[in-house]
């Protein structure tokens, strides 16, 4: 039904601005016992699904089930017990970055199909502190449940590659207490690369979750591009005993752009969801970062989910969990619902018993 009514009508708006407006809409709703408890009539059989044979661990953080929102679904944090309410495990916040960005001149994030999308914002945010004042909410155990919350961890502009290890950390010490783990995103396809000197932010990164009372698991944010940077990134993690790699973010290629016609093929900014040659892209780097490391790192499967298949593809090229941010808009909001039972029928088919056992089944 979302598709047939809510779509049409959607597809007609300003992409961003329904976008904030539908994750106002989760955030107020959520501050209500009332209207949380009814958010869940807008999950797939309107009911939250839920199978402990979904349950999955990934760096130690057991999540419910395998399926998150990804990070730039709700970067100034706030609607997280309404996604869980929906059917989702988790939500990776941000990127958050240290102080308030105003991003690219808008408008700066297109829908060029009903579920592709380019966006160009440029790490838009309201900067750490406001953050914090939206996600206080979830500090205390008996709020957050099973609720999972990664922060996904960015830098301004302006700040200069000696300035970046102080940066991160800041981030990483003001949304510590809400954090189950942390994304360090270097790589943002929006802004200039500033030569991050990534060795030095890790190590600026661990001494301030050190100093808070221990490490928490820390991921890089991968690009689906370049397989000598996700080599190197690889190195990072093995060196530095990180937990692991999301990957991936959005493409920059220009060639699966022009598939969408002359205006876009030059259209600056990163492009994501259900476009099969950025998809399969995603998932090739998955397996070949599975093979490096022999299953020994974790991995956050993204690009182009939109189905259980799509899903499943991801976990069997060894993604524990997968996160979602386009096919929300293209599918509603009962995409996880929907994902996860996928799965567990799947799993009735096949008598898999843990969701755990599909993970690298492919790679
Ligand atoms: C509007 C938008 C904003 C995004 N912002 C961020 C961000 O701030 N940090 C980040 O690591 N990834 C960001 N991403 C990338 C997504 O988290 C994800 O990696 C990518 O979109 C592929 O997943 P999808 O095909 O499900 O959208 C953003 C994506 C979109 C569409």
Sequence with gaps: MYKEIANPILSKMDSETMHIGAREALRMAESNPV???LLELFADQHKRFVDPRLNIVLAGIEFENPVMVGPGWDKPGGSEKALYALGFSGVEVGGVLPEYQSGNKKPRQFMISEDVAINHLGLNGPGVNKVVERIKKYERAKERKNLRIGINVGQNNTTEPKDSPAAFATVVRETYPYADYFTLNPLCPNVENHDIPMEDVIEEVNATMDSLGGIKPVFIKEGPDSLDQADRDIRL????????????????????KAKYGKRWQNQPGGLSGNDPDFRKRSTKLIAHIRKQTHGEISIIGAGGVHDWETALEKIEAGAQVI???????GEGPAIAGKINRGLAEFMNREGIKNIGELVGFTA
């Design 35 to 37: 209207t949380l408890k």
């Design 237 to 256: 993690v093995k060196d530095y005993k990180l937990a692991g790699i999301v990957a991936t973010n959005t493409t920059t290629d220009t060639e699966i």
């Design 323 to 329: 996160q979602i941010v386009t096919a929300i808009r």
